[in-house]
């Protein structure tokens, strides 16, 4: 079989799996590791030798590591500091101990065992986070425990992967000296990395950024995250390190959501190899001929993990409800349980039945994860018989709420945030649907009624209400998007009205005829002339609309400036000094600003403006200075991207 034919293979089966399982709502990971496990020796053998194929999927690994140095935030990491290192910590280092010990108790050797201690370990990341964020259940206070976990459980990865090549020294005192060489290496990597390119990097971006071409950013991206691998491999660790290093070292530049974006199609396309090559060294004949194994496995390993992970939440002084929750959520095996098998079984640390019972018990346990995550809820609740707390309740209620009458918002960018600010104002319900990822995690932190997707899609509308809704906004101004959404919200329903927002006139006579009861093209006001028509077609009599209108102009149209950044938003030099944007900033636990009132912050001084804060799912618009903040509050500000991130660590470290 040629290389070209075993490429198709690859690319064939991993479309068909991802396709399948996203259907199914299954992650995309397993889709992956199924793909490997069909075409690989021990499957279909459509693509026996992965040595080509290593090379590349290491890059993934790569690409991740420096996206998850760019989430790293040290701040929050501090602010949570309780959380992280009390439970966290904990948790990371104390199951380790306890799978070693069993696996040495079972006849595995210490380097062997304490692989598989690291690898289970671990949690998924990747899973819990995004299953937490579609269903909000991340800013509670058994999503923010999770949160903690997995922020040490990222940070713990560096040193496994650096400690795990080093397993391979068959002398004691050899591999002793080799440690401590490499503690010295990493030392003076870091420093150099952190140091030097904390001065280098972000003025070597605003040279390119100031170029305007997106080809040369890209370029850029991609040759400052593998220098830094190459750096730390030439140093002998891990180049998984250095691109943490040059991911943290841009987590706080003004290019931080422009450089995920610019790197995820790499990531995505590279990680989806590597873990095609994991999928397959998958021998599924393992599962066949030894169910009851991997089924005690899976069971044993995840059990005393829910149990350790309750013990610690509800020692650092959890509810019993909480701790049990968040341990539902983690009891998984994660994606870079994955990457330490791999990077074991290259070092022949562990045999190859071992990695083949990890991979499948892994497999497994993620594949349940999903459903998990969303009744970790209800069993920690239905265990401790303790009811939820009166904030959640209204959580609760506000989610099974079966909305009427109500306005769906289609884009939720500049004009469709406009349009929910004024709905707000008269208390009409209303829900956004967009497709940018970073806007609907922002907006729906700040406690917005948003879902994620593209509003052509049937399932997307049915899930907003179609049928009970009373209008239908159409706020992203693309015009054959608009017609195309225009004709499949005319198919679910003949009833509902259709207001379209449109920069010409160009597709005016054709969005008519597809069913749009009004078209507003934009002119000099145009974000003000859809909000009149908003208004009016939901019932608001026209002088107090007139007064609002009036007001806003007052104003200076305050309401038409900051709003919640997306992935597509310009951060080019140019514009980072005259957009403002709108952030949500939740207090933990241990945040500097609680117990402070408002005007004691001098918030006004540091140029950033507090519009809103949220508390018991209450929004308070413009909140009195004399206001004590709270743990759990959820403050908007507003202002200049550099000036909300100042102002966000000052609320979190005083500082």
């Known amino acids: 079989m040629t290389s070209h034919i075993e490429i198709l293979a690859i690319l064939t089966s991993a479309v068909f799996c991802v396709w399948l399982f996203r259907r199914l709502k299954l992650p995309a990971i397993l889709a992956y590791l199924v793909a490997g496990t069909l075409i690989g020796e021990h499957g279909l053998a459509w693509a026996s030798d992965q040595a080509d194929y290593d090379t590349f999927a290491e890059l993934g690994i790569v690409f991740l590591l420096f996206t998850l140095g760019l989430e790293f935030s040290l701040p929050k990491l501090l602010a949570m500091r309780h959380l992280v290192f009390s439970v966290g910590a904990l948790q990371v280092g104390i199951t380790l101990l306890l799978f070693l010990i069993i696996a040495m108790l079972l006849g595995e050797n210490f380097t062997s065992a304490l692989v598989i201690g690291g690898v289970l370990a671990l949690s998924s990341t990747a899973i819990v ?38 397993l391979s020294q068959q002398s004691g005192s050899a591999m002793l000296i080799e440690l401590l060489l490499a503690l010295v290496k990493g030392v003076f990597v870091v420093t150099l990395l952190l140091f030097g390119g904390k001065w280098f990097l972000p003025r070597l971006f605003n040279v390119i950024a100031s170029v305007r071409t997106d080809e040369l950013f890209v370029l850029t991206t991609l040759l400052v995250t593998l220098i830094a691998s190459a750096l730390t491999q030439w140093f002998g660790l891990s180049m998984a390190l250095g691109a943490f290093l040059a991911g943290m070292m841009l987590g706080e530049s003004q290019y931080k959501h422009q450089l995920e974006a610019d790197i995820r199609p790499y990531r995505d396309i590279l990680l989806g190899l590597f873990f095609i090559t994991v999928g397959m060294k998958l021998n599924i004949s393992i599962f066949i001929s030894q169910p009851m194994t991997i089924l005690s496995v899976l069971i044993g390993f995840m059990l005393l993990k829910i149990v350790l992970i309750a013990a610690l939440a509800k020692r650092a002084g959890e509810s019993k409800k909480d701790a049990l929750a968040s341990a539902f959520m983690l009891a998984q095996m994660g994606e870079f349980g994955f990457v330490l098998i791999a990077l074991a079984s290259q070092f022949s640390l562990i045999s190859a039945e071992i990695s083949s019972v990890l991979l499948v018990v892994g497999v497994l346990s993620m594949a349940i994860t999903p459903f998990m995550v969303d ?28 909305l009427e009458n109500h306005v769906i918002i289609c884009g939720f960018g500049r004009v469709g945030q406009t349009v929910s600010r004024f709905l707000k104002q008269e208390s009409i319900d209303f829900v956004a649907i967009d497709i940018d990822p970073l806007r609907v995690k922002e907006s729906r932190e700040a406690g917005e009624n948003i879902l994620f997707g593209t509003s052509r899609q049937t399932e997307i509308l049915t899930a907003a209400g179609l049928a009970k809704a009373k209008l239908v906004v159409i706020a992203f101004g693309d015009d054959k998007q608009s017609l195309e959404v225009i004709q499949k919200v005319r198919s679910l329903s003949e009833d509902v009205q259709i207001l379209v927002r449109t920069r010409t006139d160009d597709y005016l006579e054709l969005m008519q005829k597809a069913g749009a009861n009004e078209v507003v093209p934009e002119i000099l006001e145009g974000s003000l002339m859809l909000v009149s028509q908003v208004l009016s077609l939901t019932g608001v009599p026209f002088p107090r609309i007139f007064r609002r209108v009036q007001k806003e102009r007052k104003a200076h149209y305050n309401h038409l400036h900051g709003f919640y950044q997306g992935e597509k938003t310009d951060l080019g030099p140019n514009a980072i000094d005259r957009i403002e944007f709108s952030h949500a900033v939740l207090l933990t636990e241990n945040a500097y600003a609680i117990g402070h009132s408002i005007a004691s912050l001098n918030l006004k001084e540091r140029r950033v403006e507090l519009t809103a804060l949220q508390r018991d799912e209450t929004e308070l618009e413009n909140p009195a200075d004399d206001l004590i903040l709270q743990a759990q509050d959820t403050l908007i500000l507003r202002g200049k991207p550099r000036r909300v991130e100042r102002a966000e660590r000052f609320l979190q470290l005083g500082s």
């Open 129 to 166: 986070i995004r299953q937490l964020s579609d269903s909000g259940d991340i800013k509670r206070k058994s999503g923010q425990i999770s949160v903690a976990i997995l922020l040490f459980q990222d940070v713990a990865v560096v040193p496994l992967l650096i400690i795990i090549p080093l």
């Open 375 to 402: 009744h970790a809820r209800r069993w920690a609740i239905a265990i401790s018989h303790e009811k939820p707390c009166e904030i959640e309740e209204k959580a609760s209620k506000l989610q099974s709420k079966k």
